[in-house]
């Protein structure tokens, strides 16, 4: 959305496909790359927040499309990757930013919960690479940016599933980049302590109370992400940045 007469950012033009845009650091990073230029694919299941924030980027003149999204069908990133070649005539950044973290104490045995965030954390990523990954290779450029969490960094109770998960794409990301080529940039962003809805998906009360009061004292906004996707995407092709580790100061 930048305006008329003003210098063209390094995002100016740029297709961007993005999971899990209907909130938090999605919906803060679209909002970002379009204040930037971007050309947005929009995709997550909550279709009403999503075509309400496509409405809002085109309002401010921007470019954005939506599709519903549920990272778990393979089929729906097929169809977002597809929708951004139909309407914009390619692919150059993934964004996967889906992720669910109804953490407990494995002692609770929500094994539901536990398949839930491999099938959304884990799977999905693959799913996106799985999309994605061939318009990459045809058009000799694309970049993947996921969104990981410093709960992979620094293990603690009531989270053991949820680190799993985030440690299983971190791993995934690390032999995608190692595999890319010299034309394929990969970036994992791992998030402290955000502003979010995450800590009251919680699914034990006493650990949602205990997030809830951690974040509510210390955590940071979504903008503080977003503008971390934004530098890695802005930085030449020729130049790769891996991982970015962005949490609050006041966070051990």
Same mark, same amino acid.
């Given at each position: ?10 995002? @100016? ?164 980049? @190692? ?74």
């Amino acid at each position: 959305m930048t305006t008329p007469g003003t210098t063209a950012t390094p995002l @100016q033009g740029k297709v961007v496909a993005l999971t899990g845009a209907s909130s938090g650091i999605g919906e803060a990073t679209a909002l970002l790359l379009a204040g930037r230029g971007a050309r947005l694919v929009l995709g997550a299941r909550r279709t009403d927040r999503l075509d309400a924030l496509a409405e809002r980027i085109t309002a401010e003149g921007g470019e954005a499309v939506t599709a519903r999204t549920d990272v778990r069908r393979a089929e729906d990133l097929a169809a977002l990757v597809a929708l951004a070649q139909e309407r914009f005539g390619r692919l150059d950044v993934l964004v996967g930013n889906a992720g669910v973290g109804p953490v407990a104490p494995l002692d609770d045995l929500r094994t539901q919960d536990w398949e839930d965030m491999i099938d959304i954390n884990v799977k999905g990523l693959l799913h996106g690479i799985a999309a994605a990954l061939p318009v990459f290779r045809a058009q000799r450029s694309g970049h993947f940016v996921t969104t990981l969490s410093t709960a992979g960094l620094r293990i603690v109770p009531g989270q053991v599933v949820y680190a799993a998960s985030k440690n299983a794409a971190r791993t995934i990301c690390e032999g995608l980049r @190692q595999e890319a080529g010299p034309h394929i940039r990969v970036t994992s962003v791992s998030p402290g302590f955000v502003h979010t809805d995450f800590a009251g998906s919680a699914a034990d009360p006493r650990l949602r109370a205990e997030l809830l009061a951690r974040r509510d004292e210390i955590a940071i906004p979504p903008d503080a992400i977003a503008r971390a996707i934004g530098y890695a995407i802005e930085q030449p092709d020729d130049v790769d940045v891996n991982e970015i580790v962005v949490r609050p100061t006041a966070q051990s």
